[in-house]
T-cell receptor, first 110, second 115 residues
Framework: GQQLNQSPQSMFIQEGEDVSMNCTSS?????WLWYKQDPGEGPVLLIA?????ELTSNGRLTAQFGITRKDSFLNISASIPSDVGIYFC??????????FGTGTRLKVLA | GAVVSQHPSRVICKSGTSVKIECRSL??????MFWYRQFPKQSLMLMAT?????????EQGVEKDKFLINHASLTLSTLTVTSAHPEDSSFYIC???????????FGQGTRLTVV
């Protein structure tokens, strides 16, 4: 099935560093969602974006809905060890279907 | 966020048997539920979308007779893996939304192992 391209695929960072990841698509989405998945668990919703250009924060997380509606990015500031996990973006077109990104695997070194 | 509960979290079954996985929305009415399959270190692949009271819509390549989906109420959807084989072993995850046009919330996932 269709997937969104996410980059980077994986990253190792030092605790306290800021993290940035993005998600791109060849088609337009009406909604962008960012999820985090811990091993053996289902994804947990972090941030939802509804309008092009929208910038939304949730604690140390900030996400933006790209102006072209074909991309989104997620920033994590001052990373901590519990930020480790896989981050997925998901796009929604209002067709009752969510398309997921390929995932960014984050590892934080204490 | 809304709570979606999936049960069981882990199940081991013998080849040829059937396994039922339940997905419940605990604090909202889920008009639409989605079933995903996730292989190790990969993303979520949508298997099917179900709307309460109607037949599920399956993605291309997903056998509807093998993966039976029922969405009989606004708070419960079930996925039954029929005549399971070892290649069906995977992590199955459901998600639910209240109108298909807002955020979707995920269950905890079910690790199925077929031996």
């Amino acid at each position: 099935g269709q997937q969104l391209n996410q980059s980077p695929q994986s990253m190792f960072i030092q605790e306290g560093e800021d993290v940035s990841m993005n998600c791109t698509s060849s088609s337009i989405f009406n909604t962008w969602l960012w999820y985090k998945q811990d091993p053996g668990e289902g994804p947990v919703l972090l941030i939802a974006l509804y309008k092009a250009g929208e910038l939304t924060s949730n604690g140390r997380l900030t996400a933006q809905f790209g102006i072209t509606r074909k991309d989104s990015f997620l920033n994590i500031s001052a990373s901590i060890p519990s930020d480790v996990g896989i981050y997925f973006c998901a796009g929604h077109k209002g067709t009752y279907k969510y398309i997921f990104g390929t995932g960014t695997r984050l590892k934080v070194l204490a | 966020g809304a709570v979606v509960s999936q049960h069981p979290s882990r199940v081991i079954c013998k080849s040829g048997t059937s396994v039922k996985i339940e997905c419940r929305s605990l604090d909202f009415q889920a008009t639409t539920m989605f079933w995903y399959r996730q292989f190790p270190k990969q993303s979520l692949m949508l298997m099917a979308t179900s709307n309460e009271g109607s037949k599920a819509t399956y993605e291309q390549g997903v056998e509807k007779d093998k993966f039976l989906i029922n969405h009989a109420s606004l708070t419960l959807s079930t996925l039954t893996v029929t005549s399971a084989h070892p290649e069906d072993s995977s992590f199955y995850i459901c998600s639910a939304s209240n109108d298909g046009d807002t955020e979707a919330f995920f269950g905890q996932g079910t690790r199925l192992t077929v031996v």
